[in-house]
């Protein structure tokens, strides 16, 4: 385990320890949370070695690298996959009509594959061997892994997205440095993130499935990701919100916590998430637009 001593975003050394929790959706393992003293950062502390992270994504129960869609679950996660790529497609379409677009943790390709049909130039980058070889051999995709970072192409992009995949990230600071470098002057930064400050987030606290320890390093509120964007030369130009995520983290979140009516609960705490939501703008998930400064 890496035990972290400095705030990726002040590098303030003071922390509040915050609660421990179990991963609940793979091993059962107990993992702890701590908050920068200083900025209010949350992060996972310890985290898994970088060698032995992959461990915790070797399940069929991981959604986003998942190819089978089955059962409850995967079923529910396709659909709002599919409309979510609709919605994305829409707000891309905002900034660029066209242009060369990178993805960042493509995971099995449907949204690259979706812009790819919509006449960008799509490359991914996804580290999971399988995820990967399933989006090169269903839909001919160009998908590299992370060695894509060790070297850096001459050819920038006009658009990058990282979608629910800095959290996943050990050093955020050196990511969104590569990104920066790897963007046209007028290109366009989209990362989507869960929200730790949300009205789900605070309803079910250790329970929260937004959490996802320790495959989640870092937990974000929308202070502390224009910290970090700031510091890298980024400032936010547009937010959005994701309120489908309100109602699965919810389902997921009620899950975790063996309520056996988690289907209507969930359905029911993602509606009043989104309400609350509605009024004070922390959303579940949040997507946010960036340009270089």
């Not at 090169?136 to 050819?155: H, Q, T, V």
């Not at 309520?259 to 969930?266: E, F, Q, S, T, Y």
Request: proline share 3%; charged share 25%.
């Amino acid at each position: 385990m890496i035990t972290i001593s400095n705030c990726q975003i002040c590098n303030n050394k003071v922390f509040i320890p915050l609660f421990s929790t179990k991963d609940h959706f793979f091993t059962g393992e107990t993992f702890s949370v701590s908050q920068c003293g200083e900025c209010g950062f949350v992060f996972t502390n310890p985290v898994p070695d970088k060698e032995k992270i992959s461990e915790y994504y070797r399940t069929d129960k991981y959604l986003s690298h998942d190819t089978s869609g089955n059962g409850l679950m995967g079923n529910i996660y396709k659909i709002i996959r599919g409309l979510n790529l609709k919605n994305k497609s829409r707000l891309i379409s905002k900034y660029k009509a066209k242009g060369r677009l990178l993805d960042i943790g493509s995971g099995t390709g449907e949204f690259l594959n979706y812009m790819k049909n919509k006449q960008f130039e799509a490359v991914g980058v996804e580290p999971e061997q399988k995820a990967r070889d399933f989006a090169i051999n269903n839909y001919g995709l160009d998908i590299r892994d992370e060695s894509f970072f060790n070297k850096l192409p001459d050819k920038k992009f006009d658009l990058i997205s990282m979608w629910h995949v800095l959290e996943h990230v050990y050093d955020i600071n050196t990511r969104l440095q590569q990104i920066h470098e790897l963007l046209y002057e007028d290109g366009y930064f989209i990362n989507a993130l869960p929200m730790i400050d949300s009205p789900d987030s605070k309803k079910f606290g250790k329970y929260w499935a937004g959490l996802d320890l320790p495959r989640h390093l870092h937990h974000f509120s929308s202070i502390t990701f224009s910290l970090l964007a700031k510091n890298n030369g980024f400032y936010i130009i547009d937010k959005y919100p994701m309120k489908f995520d309100a109602y699965f983290l919810s389902l997921l979140s009620h899950q975790a916590k063996k309520n056996i009516l988690a289907p209507i609960r969930g359905f029911l705490d993602g509606f009043i998430s989104n309400s609350v939501a509605f009024k004070n703008k922390n959303y579940s998930s949040m997507i946010f637009v960036l340009k270089k400064v």
